[in-house]
């Protein structure tokens, strides 16, 4: 039986695959297969699975190999098997993965040889792991584990496209942290940075989950809120500068540092752009902290 692999993808695969003949011998090996259990192609090829060459077992340590192998029973039967079993590698530890076997059928549907499909478990993980942090890098300010700046930007545009298509309406808030500068000059930047986070937890656990708030850069916060007028954007502009100036950082000695905010903020609909509706609130928040600081002013789109 000739079986043609070199004009597809199998071999380029990341999973392993095998493929046995009737007589369940190892005809096809592709490189995956190579990386998960360390023998190469020529170590492992005409060679019979029943060799027990992987010495799969499963949880309980039965030794599939010699009875209970997927591989074989879809030999005899056909069925598509699925099973979470450990392999043994050429270095001789063992590891996890899932099988899944399959028929070869000739054109008289006859089962001529099965494949054998398998994946490194851990693999599995680590891309599920490294997936999550590549997405948290992307939109996560590490420092304060806000969004950031082009995660705002991101969010802002779809919110500004659906203000467009259904006449939605929303809010932002530029909030600044008052003297910043003399923080970090008076205990220097590690106290600083501790502030930030400080502020920045303030600001992110007391809106709702449909709002964001993010990191605009050094010492201001950016926060798309879900308003319908600019009286409830005042409000919650209001209580979050409250909660801010309520909060501080402790020292060991128990001395505490306490920081206000100044909030410019401003409703934003479908006339908006991107650049209107910041520059409106940014104008908004040179006033508030051209009079006296530690304020709100919170407007309309009609200012």
Not at 177 to 199: A, C, M, P, R, S
Not at 270 to 297: F, M, V
Request: with cysteine; proline share 2%.
């Amino acid at each position: 039986m000739d079986i043609k692999y070199h004009d597809n993808l199998i071999p380029y695969l990341y999973e392993g695959v095998y493929v046995v003949d009737q007589k369940r011998r190892i005809i096809y090996w592709n490189e995956g297969s190579e990386r998960i259990t360390g023998y190469s192609q020529a170590e492992v090829t005409n060679s019979f699975c029943y060799q027990n060459i992987l010495q799969h077992v499963d949880e309980n340590g039965k030794q599939l190999c010699l009875e209970g192998c997927p591989l074989n029973e879809t030999l005899k039967d056909g069925i598509i098997r699925e099973a979470r079993v450990f392999l043994k590698h050429k270095e001789g530890h063992r590891i996890p993965i899932m099988v899944k076997t399959l028929p070869i059928y000739d054109s008289e549907q006859t089962i001529v040889a099965a494949i054998e499909v398998f994946t490194d478990e851990r693999f599995q993980k680590q891309i599920y792991h490294e997936n999550i942090e590549l997405k948290d890098k992307l939109r996560i300010d590490p420092l304060t584990q806000v969004a950031n700046r082009h995660y705002f930007d991101f969010e802002i545009a779809k919110r500004l496209e659906e203000a467009k298509l259904f006449s939605n309406t929303f809010g932002i808030m530029i909030m600044d942290i008052d003297f910043f500068k003399k923080v970090n000059d008076t205990y220097g930047h590690l106290i600083g940075d501790e502030i930030l986070k400080i502020v920045a937890h303030t600001l992110s656990s007391n809106v709702k989950k449909t709002d964001l708030v993010s990191r605009w850069g050094g010492e201001e916060f950016i926060a798309i809120v879900d308003v319908a007028n600019n009286d409830d954007l005042i409000n919650i502009a209001e209580r979050l500068r409250l909660l801010v100036a309520a909060s501080s950082y402790q020292f060991e000695d128990g001395k505490t540092i306490q920081v206000t905010i100044s909030i410019g903020g401003t409703m934003v609909t479908k006339t908006d752009t991107i650049k209107t509706a910041i520059t409106r609130a940014d104008e908004n928040l040179y006033y508030a902290k051209q009079n006296g600081r530690n304020q709100s002013k919170i407007t309309d789109n009609k200012m």
